[in-house]
């Protein structure tokens, strides 16, 4: 298997769920405790070995490349005011010099549409696809996990992050059918999107994160509009499953939909009760709340 190098980070998304909060600050930077969203997902990425991140931008996310930057005052300011640590965390949340690229997706024509304006920078080499609105609460992250995998499938190996729900609630999500296991991974036998509980293949569903080979540009570069008049990720995987294979992937951890309220409340306080600096004083107010 070709080494995972790069990753594409669609951020162009409106985030209409958390309006008002969202009308002027990008959903990515929302934070979970103290971290912006998109900087958990960076960070997954970086301990699985990803160099090259690419962030698909649209307007008013110019915060998200300053984020990404130094900021020299701010730096001075701590140096000079002695905080160490404070300054320490900054410099280690950034990737390093010229190992990010920003490129715009200037109409919101779905996620088939962003990953393939990332095409340029990606080239002709697998890479990983990873959703900013998905955290997975687990030491090695998800992504990790799902390199693994494919090392161990070999060449032209794509691979798709799964977890299970109950059925009743699989009409909500893409759908994947389970096929023969190969190592801790299994073929992906059909891809259903949102099907009816009685018509689903399965009850794992597709999460955020996946390893895609470099053809599915190919397909992605005449994909016809589908679903909501956008051009559909699932639509051109489908395709690509006709020359290639795919394998699915359920992997240790907890998920949280952060594009959701309850998600995104729930991975405040999952995050922070996994902080022995807050995780005491903060189970004592959770019990106060509850009375």
């Not at 930057?69 to 000079?80: G, I, P, S």
């Not at 690509?240 to 405040?268: E, T």
Request: overall charge negative; aromatic content about 6%; charged content about 25%.
């Amino acid at each position: 298997m070709t080494r995972i190098r790069k990753a594409i980070f669609p951020v162009a998304g409106l985030g209409t769920r958390f309006l008002p909060a969202t009308k002027a600050m990008p959903k990515e930077m929302l934070t979970v405790v103290d971290r912006p969203l998109i900087q958990h997902v960076v960070d997954e990425a970086r301990q699985a070995g990803i160099e090259h991140f690419i962030f698909v931008t649209g307007r008013n996310k110019n915060v998200i490349e300053d984020h990404f930057d130094r900021q020299f005052e701010l730096e001075m300011t701590l140096d000079e005011r002695g905080k160490r640590n404070e300054l320490s965390a900054l410099e280690n949340d950034l990737p390093g010099a010229g190992n990010t690229s920003f490129t715009r997706q200037q109409s919101p024509l779905g996620l088939g549409h962003a990953v393939w304006c990332a095409r340029e920078l990606v080239g002709r080499e697998p890479f990983a696809l990873l959703l900013p609105d998905v955290l997975v609460q687990h030491p090695r992250g998800c992504l990790a996990q799902m390199i693994d995998a494919a090392n161990e499938i070999g060449d032209k190996a794509n691979i798709i992050a799964v977890e299970e729900v109950p059925h009743d609630r699989v009409s909500s999500y893409g759908v994947v059918g389970v096929g023969e296991a190969k190592g801790k991974a299994f073929a992906i036998t059909k891809m259903v999107e949102k099907p009816k509980p009685a018509d689903a293949p399965s009850n794992l569903i597709i999460t955020g994160r996946y390893i895609l080979q470099p053809e599915v540009f190919d397909i992605l570069e005449k994909q016809e509009r589908g679903a909501g008049g956008e051009i559909q990720l699932t639509d051109a995987m489908l395709q690509l499953m006709a020359k290639q294979k795919f394998y699915g992937l359920k992997f240790d951890g907890r998920s949280f939909d952060c594009g959701s309220k309850i998600g995104f409340l729930s991975a405040n306080v999952a995050y922070a009760l996994e902080r022995p600096d807050i995780a005491p004083e903060f189970r004592d107010e959770i019990r106060k709340l509850l009375g």
